[in-house]
C-alpha cells in the first residue's frame, strides 16, 4: 500500500484596494476659479469643494479645472476635470468611478439627516445646488447609479430618492431606467423623478444658475420637490 498525504491549502480571494493619489497632487490646484465663477459659482463654494485649475506642463489634467475625489476618511481617490479652453471636451475622470460617493466628505451628515438625496448627472449640477443651500446632492458622474452609491443609499436607509438628470431626451430615458433600477431596492414612495426646470431652453441645473433670477428658481424647485 501507499501511503498518500494530502495537504489543505486555502486560497483567500484577493482584494483590490481602491487606488490613493497622495494629498500633495492638491498643490498643482492653482486657485483660479474664472471658469466656474463665470458659470455662477462663487469661490466660497469651488474652495469647500478644494478646487482648481491645473497647469502643470506634464500633467493628464493640464488646463482642466479639476475636482479631487475625496473618500469618508479624507483620502483622495480620483480626480475630475473639466476643460476651460474647449467646452466641447466632456468631463475627464481619473480613478475608479464605480467607488466614488461625490461630494460625501462635505455632506454625508446632511443626507443623513434628511433621509432625503437629490441625484444629479455631473460636478457643475453639484456645485450650483449648493450655491442654492441645497446640499444634500450626490453626483453619479454620469446616468447610472454606482454600487457604492446605492449602498450608502441602503445604509442609511434613505427615505426619498430625487432622480433628477438632464430635462433632456436622453437624460429623461436615464431617469427612467434608473427608476426601474432603484425598484427592486426601494419602495415606489421612496423614489421620484424630478428633472430641473425646463426654462428657456435649459435642460440643468447650471443653465439655470446663470439665467436672470436662476437662484430663486432653483430653490423654488427644491421647496416644491
Not at 161 to 186: M, T, V
Request: hydrophobic share 40%; net charge positive.
Amino acid at each position: 500500500k501507499r501511503n498518500v498525504s494530502f495537504v489543505s491549502v486555502v486560497t483567500k480571494p484577493r482584494l483590490k484596494q481602491t487606488k490613493l493619489f497622495d494629498n500633495k497632487v492638491l498643490v498643482y490646484f492653482l486657485p483660479i476659479h474664472n471658469y466656474f465663477i463665470g458659470r455662477g459659482i462663487s469661490i466660497e463654494t469651488l474652495q469647500r469643494f478644494k478646487g482648481g485649475l491645473v497647469q502643470k506642463q506634464d500633467s493628464r489634467m493640464k488646463d482642466r479645472y479639476c475636482f479631487p475625489i475625496f473618500n469618508s476618511i479624507g483620502e483622495i481617490v480620483g480626480v475630475c476635470g473639466r476643460s476651460v479652453i474647449d467646452h466641447k471636451i466632456k468631463s475627464k475622470a481619473i480613478g475608479e468611478k464605480k467607488n466614488w460617493v461625490f461630494p460625501a466628505f462635505l455632506n454625508s451628515k446632511i443626507i443623513k439627516q434628511k433621509k432625503e438625496v437629490i441625484l444629479v448627472e455631473g460636478i457643475p449640477d453639484v456645485l450650483s445646488l449648493f450655491e442654492c443651500g441645497i446640499e444634500n446632492v450626490l453626483c453619479l458622474f454620469g446616468t447610472e447609479c454606482s454600487l457604492a452609491i446605492l449602498n450608502f443609499l441602503l445604509k442609511i436607509d434613505i427615505q426619498k430618492i430625487y432622480i433628477s438628470l438632464n430635462n433632456d431626451e436622453p437624460g429623461q430615458a436615464a431617469a427612467e431606467k434608473l427608476e426601474n433600477k432603484f425598484l427592486r431596492y426601494f419602495d415606489k414612495r421612496v423614489i421620484q423623478i424630478h428633472y430641473p426646470p425646463l426654462i428657456s431652453g435649459s435642460k440643468d441645473f447650471n443653465q439655470i444658475l446663470v439665467m436672470e433670477g436662476g437662484k430663486n428658481i432653483i430653490k423654488n424647485w427644491n421647496i416644491k420637490g
